[in-house]
């Protein structure tokens, strides 16, 4: 006799699929999270595998996502020496002789989401240990950011630059550059800023694992050196001699004229026209900082942005010619700033 009742077909039925479902694991199962691999599962893989890392707490990839405000960095009034303020850790220095400081200069930064162009007072060196003593990337970095932190400075990234941002860097940046921004490319790059009252000081370090190098900058506003040459003067000049140098201002590595030159390129047009019958060489020259071809390219562009402006100001393209001497024809030591700067010249020379 059958000791269990006889149940409907569709109940059966139903009851068979549940068993069916337990033993092939279903939902119940405890470790069903670790071994699914369903779509739902490989989706958030993916996600994880895609999402940026957390390059670093106090920059990185939360600077990257927020965009770094100098402001927020508070003002420091700490006591510093001299210009360029910080030295190496004991054992760490410069195998050749430092680049000469640049009263002026251009250059950028990493912040983690950018480039900022900084200008100012600029300072770059190579550091590698000395006789006798190993190399060490995290003894050079932990003193360093220990020194700038302790006179009120933050550390605004430590992270790669990506290539998109690398590929804004001109030649000339690379090369006049090339001790001080280290191995960029294949390495990360910590970036420093103190900020003070009336400046910013900005400190850029790169290492591998043999060398490193290091870049200070001071902002400053920029102030203008060169004297204007009135027409009386250039006239005699050309009279005398068949050329005068003036200082013309350009934007840092471009052949944008800035608006403190307006004044000297009106006494240029003033003189062309008063004497109907002069024409010009407009000659540009630069000082020796950056390669010699990009040198060359600058100078031209320069002496075709000056023929430009008088062209635009009604003097006849006739009269004018442009050309670039780079910085084959200096009138200074280079070795100087105050030289530099004389070789960085427009020069009107008359045909």
Known sequence: MNRFPTLPRTVLAMALATLALTACGGADRPDDAEASTGPDRMAAARADDAAPADTDADGGAAAAQAGFDVESVPVSDAPLGEFPYF????????????????????????????????????????????????????????????????????????????????????????????????????????????????????????????????????????????????????????????????????????????PESRPQLDQVIALLQDDPALALSIEGHTDDTGGADHNMALSDARANAVVQALVDAGISRDRLQAEGFGQTRPVADNGSEDGRAQNRRVELVKR
């Not at 410069?94 to 000469?100: A, D």
């Not at 162009?117 to 000395?130: K, N, P, T």
């Not at 220990?146 to 933050?154: D, E, F, K, W």
Request: charged content about 25%; proline content about 5%; aromatic content about 8%.
């Open 87 to 258: 030295n190496l850790p004991a054992g760490y220095g410069n195998p050749n002789s430092p680049k000469p400081i640049l009263d002026l200069d251009r250059v950028p930064f990493w912040t983690g989401d950018r480039l900022e162009w900084v200008e100012g007072r600029a300072f770059q060196s190579l550091i590698r240990a000395e006789r006798g003593k190993n190399f060490s990337q995290f003894e050079l970095k932990k003193n360093i950011e220990h020194l700038i932190t302790s006179v009120g400075g933050v550390k605004v990234t430590d992270s790669r630059i990506p290539q998109s941002a690398l590929d804004t860097l001109d030649d000339s940046y690379e090369v006049a550059y090339s001790a001080g921004h280290g191995d960029i490319y294949n390495n990360p790059v910590q970036t420093y800023l103190v900020r003070r009252a009336d400046r910013n000081i900005w400190v850029h370090v790169c290492s591998d694992t043999a060398s490193a190098g290091w870049i200070i900058v001071e902002s400053q506003p920029f102030q203008a050196t060169a004297s204007l040459i009135e027409v009386d003067a250039m006239k005699q000049a050309l009279d005398a001699d068949g050329r005068v140098a003036l200082q013309v201002n350009f934007a840092t590595d471009k052949a944008d004229i800035l």
